[in-house]
């Protein structure tokens, strides 16, 4: 069965077919993601980048543009001017850096366009398996009396493993020290080695290590069990109600793009997406896999910006030096 190491699997540059479609794309398709090789985003990007460069007539191009979060690609997306650039990005930059940075270069409801939204997950709490606790109940009571002691790790400030954990600390009246990574990969191997304490974290990024003793797994931040790991309890069973959320990724282009090419592009991630290869690959890794439509994506953002954003303003979280 294809795994998450299938998806790795595919090149950076995607060969098209021999015969080329007419009209656009008339040159290779550029698709930006925000982070390293082998991330969540990049998982998701290659499986639709793929289907592009075997259906547009053209390669297709895939470019790992990290740092600050997912903001410095996501701004390249925002500024591209070529027509033939598009890319993925998640959570933070496209729903909560406008709150959280006031400089921010881009404004994703004016310089980016929603194509689809591609795979959510719930995350997983993790703790390195030094921290005395077997559950979240212990989790919560070492908090308490460590104030300020542990550390969390993150792929950067409004990501969605952040603000998760932010907001469970909010409701618990714990405290951690924040720590920033540029992806999830270095971080879970901080997180292993006991650099940093805890996590919230997709279950691509650490069920491998939790099932090798490696870290623990405490609960889940989705309103289900998750179906690959269905033995971790959620954060409403552990008792913390209202809590759920996704880490999820999605195609955007900038905002120039002609919708008829953004519609083309969305009804393509669907197909890509529906490919029965594509979906098991993706469900093994601990996705689920959800195409949208630009509008779907679109309400998506804005419900995201309103809840995450309140809470951002609400305890007055910075950005991390």
């Not at 209202?242 to 905002?255: E, K």
Request: proline letters at 10%; glycine letters at 10%.
């Amino acid at each position: 069965m294809p795994t998450r190491r299938a998806l790795l699997a595919v090149p950076a540059i995607l060969a098209a077919p021999a015969h080329a479609q007419a009209g656009w794309p008339d040159r290779p398709l550029r698709v930006i993601v925000p982070f390293p090789a082998g991330s969540t985003p990049d998982l998701a990007g290659r499986a639709a980048a793929s289907h592009f460069g075997q259906v547009l007539g053209q390669p297709c191009v895939v470019e790992n543009k990290p740092g600050a979060g997912g903001n410095i690609g996501t701004d390249a997306i925002a500024k591209a001017t070529d027509g033939h650039t598009i890319g993925v990005s998640i959570n933070g930059p496209l729903a909560t850096a406008p709150t959280l940075f006031p400089n921010l270069p881009y404004d994703p409801a004016r310089d980016l366009a929603p194509i689809s939204l591609l795979t959510r997950t719930a995350q997983i709490l993790v703790v390195n398996p030094t921290v005395p606790a077997q559950d979240l109940a212990g989790f919560i009571a070492h908090l308490k009396a460590n104030p300020g002691k542990l550390s969390f790790g993150s792929i950067g400030s409004g990501s969605g493993g952040h603000l998760a954990m932010v907001d469970l600390m909010a409701r618990t009246g714990t405290e951690m020290l924040h720590v920033p990574y540029r992806g999830f990969p270095q971080a879970t191997v901080d997180l292993v080695a006991g650099r940093i304490d805890a996590m919230i974290l997709v279950a691509a990024g650490i069920l491998p290590q939790v099932r090798e003793g490696r870290a623990r797994a405490l609960a889940t931040t989705g309103a289900q069990r998750l179906g690959i790991a269905p033995e971790i309890p959620t954060l409403i069973e552990a008792g913390i109600p209202d809590a759920t959320s996704y880490a999820w990724n999605g195609l955007v282009a900038p905002s120039s793009m002609p919708r008829e090419r953004v519609a083309r592009l969305s009804a393509e991630t669907r197909a890509a997406l529906g490919a029965p290869e594509t979906r098991r690959a993706l469900e093994a890794a601990g996705f689920e896999v959800t195409p949208s439509s630009p509008e779907e994506f679109a309400a998506l953002i804005a419900a995201e910006a309103r809840r995450w954003g309140a809470l951002i303003t609400r305890l007055g979280i910075k950005p991390e030096a």
